[in-house]
């Protein structure tokens, strides 16, 4: 069963608009990431958030980890039409001797 | 991404039929996966490998079955194809610890069950 499930399932928004995903999780995890998937495309890895860590930034995204309410947040600041795609997180419960666990992902718009 | 390479991109079949689907890295990754994504269950693990000749069975294994003789190769092969494998595979890699387990996927292949 899906460790992570991602809320909400589908998103729209107009471009330069700040889009927010929030994951939540169930078990304990050692690091927790997301990845991006375009239509027709394989996934394709975003950034990745320790457990001991609680927000980090690569570019226009900044990533924030509670690991006391077992939940995450993706959020992608001035969003362009290119952002368009499919958001997933992933949880790694065990330093790598153990396969990510993906969520069902989110599915977002942004319309130009 | 040119370094994890799936195929065929797409397939066609008939129930009953064996389908092999391959998957072949050039990096030397000691991890591969096997994933198969369908709308509303989102990414969900067949099988994956540590290393050549370990492999393990993932949430939805039945039906399916992989090898990996060498390090660059995991064929994922339907033994006798149902339509309820309709479905997106994905493959992917990652290296060792150091990677941090981020992992690497191709392209995909739709196979489609008739």
């Known amino acids: 069963s899906q460790q992570g499930e991602e809320d909400p399932q589908a998103l729209s928004i107009q471009e330069g608009e700040n889009a927010t995903m929030n994951c939540s999780y169930k078990?304990?995890?050692?690091?927790l990431q997301w990845y991006r998937q375009n239509s027709g495309r394989g996934l394709v890895h975003l950034i990745l958030i320790r457990s001991n860590e609680r927000e980090k930034h690569s570019g226009r995204l900044r990533v924030t980890l509670d690991t006391s309410k077992k939940s995450s947040s993706l959020l992608i600041t001035a969003s362009r039409a290119a952002d368009t795609a499919s958001y997933f997180c992933a949880t790694d419960r065990n330093s790598g001797n153990t396969p990510l666990v993906f969520g069902k992902g989110t599915r977002l718009s942004v319309i130009a | 991404d040119a370094g994890i390479t799936q195929s065929p991109r797409y397939k066609i079949t008939e129930t009953g039929r064996q389908v092999t689907l391959m998957c072949h890295q050039t990096w030397s990754h000691s991890y591969m996966f096997w994933y198969r994504q369908d709308l509303g269950h989102g990414l969900r693990l067949i099988y994956y490998s540590a290393a050549a000749d370990i492999t393990d069975k993932g949430e939805v294994s039945d039906g399916y079955v992989v090898s990996r003789s060498k390090t660059e190769n995991f064929p994922l092969t339907l033994e006798s194809a149902t339509r309820s494998q309709t479905s997106v595979y994905f493959c992917?890699?990652?290296?060792?610890?150091?990677?941090?387990?981020?992992?690497?996927f191709g392209a995909g292949t739709r196979l489609s069950v008739l």
């Open positions: 078990t304990s995890i050692n690091n």
């Open positions: 992917a890699s990652r290296g060792g610890v150091a990677a941090k387990n981020i992992q690497y």
